[in-house]
Structures are given as C-alpha cells and as structure tokens.
T-cell receptor, first 111, second 111 residues
Framework: DGGITQSPKYLFRKEGQNVTLSCEQN?????MYWYRQDPGQGLRLIYY???????QKGDIAEGYSVSREKKESFPLTVTSAQKNPTAFYLC??????????FGPGTRLTVL | QQQVKQSPQSLIVQKGGIPIINCAYE??????FPWYQQFPGKGPALLIA?????SEKKEGRFTISFNKSAKQFSLHIMDSQPGDSATYFC??????????FGTGTKLQVIP
C-alpha cells in the first residue's frame, strides 16, 4: 500500500526531554511537511522540505528541528525549548501540483 | 497577504440539508484551492480542489464554487449525511510554495 505512516500514534514527554516523531512515505514525493494542530485551530506549518538534504522553517519552527537525509523520511524532533508542545502533529507529503497527502498523526502530551 | 479566512467556525445542519462553507483569500497569485476533510483523531484527506480558470467543480455530492473577482471560494455539500460530520479546511497555494490553510469548520449533520 502506498501512503504516509507516522509513529508513534501517542507519545508522552516529560519536561526537559527531546522526543522524535517519525514520518515515512512511499509515494515517491519530493516534498514533505510537518504541521501542528491545536484543538479548534487550523494547521500551522512547522517545517517543510522540497528536496533531500534541504528544508525550510515554517511559521512556528522555534523549538523544533528536522532532517531530510532520505527522500522517504522526514523526522521531527520536539526539543525542550518548545514550551508548549502538547498538540496533534501531522506529517504530509506532496507533489508539484500542490496536492498534499497526510499521515494519521501523532498526539504528543507533556506530562 | 498569505492568509485564508474561513467561515463559519462551526455549522449544524439537518440530514439532507446543504451546508455551505466559505473562504476568502488576499493573494491573487494563488492558483490552487483545495478542500480537506478531517475526522476526529485522523489526518486530513483531500476532498476536492479547483484552479482559478473554472468557476465551479463537482465531485459527487461536493461542489466548489469559485469567484475570482471577489477572491472567494466555497464548499457546498448536497444531500448531507451524518457521515459527513467532520472538520473541513480550505486552503490555497501557488506553484511549489507552501500551502496556506483556513482555520477549519466543524460540521455536524444531525439525523
């Protein structure tokens, strides 16, 4: 099956910890994206990558980091510098036609 | 100028009714206008999309109406069903640039 997978589905973080969210796609898409979704709010762009080994900050990049070493993978690290990380995190991949395909999401909770 | 304004924030309709969700944009360079549907705890899924060279597009019970001069577009759901209850996001983008999302409309279709 072609698609986007995110893991884990649920993640709990203690104060001061860094955690990494996984995103993998087998759609052969060049572009990949990370969004944050808070209750009752829209999607806010954290980071995006249009090609391997290159990525750009989105609207709310502070406290997050990413890497894009492989076309299929775009992991997101939520660092201890992110003061309010509890949210639903969505990964997406896309084509040049702008259509984006989303993964099932990871719900991160700070304990 | 990158903002996409979406209304209403929430909407309740009876089964068989026609909910209408509206979006407005400022950037006249946008050339791709998708709508996404999101069920609770899931990632958004592309529902239907339009480009500015047409004024209307239908796919099944879903219709996008596009008014280029007013910089507005809307989603209509014909013969709405309880299974259509979800959050709907409009979005806009240009070329390979990042997608700008609206804030979402939570639709409830009551039997």
């Amino acid at each position: 099956d072609g698609g986007i997978t995110q893991s884990p589905k649920y993640l709990f973080r203690k104060e001061g910890q860094n955690v990494t969210l996984s995103c993998e796609q087998n759609l052969n898409h060049d572009a990949m994206y990370w969004y944050r979704q808070d209750p009752g709010q829209g999607l806010r762009l954290i980071y995006y990558s249009q090609i391997v080994n290159d990525f750009q900050k989105g609207d709310i990049a502070e406290g997050y980091s990413v890497s894009r070493e492989k076309k299929e993978s775009f992991p997101l690290t939520v660092t201890s510098a992110q003061k309010n990380p509890t949210a639903f995190y969505l990964c997406a991949s896309g084509t040049g036609s702008n259509e984006q395909f989303f993964g099932p999401g990871t719900r991160l909770t700070v304990l | 100028q990158q903002q996409v304004k979406q209304s209403p924030q929430s909407l309740i309709v009876q089964k068989g009714g026609i909910p209408i969700i509206n979006c407005a944009y400022e950037n006249t360079a946008f050339d791709y206008f998708p709508w996404y549907q999101q069920f609770p705890g899931k990632g958004p899924a592309l529902l239907i999309a339009i480009r500015p060279d047409v004024s209307e597009k239908k796919e099944g019970r879903f219709t996008i109406s596009f008014n280029k001069s007013a910089k507005q577009f809307s989603l209509h759901i014909m013969d709405s069903q309880p299974g259509d209850s979800a959050t709907y996001f409009c979005a806009a983008s240009r070329g390979y640039q990042k997608v700008t999302f609206g804030t979402g409309t939570k639709l409830q279709v009551i039997p």
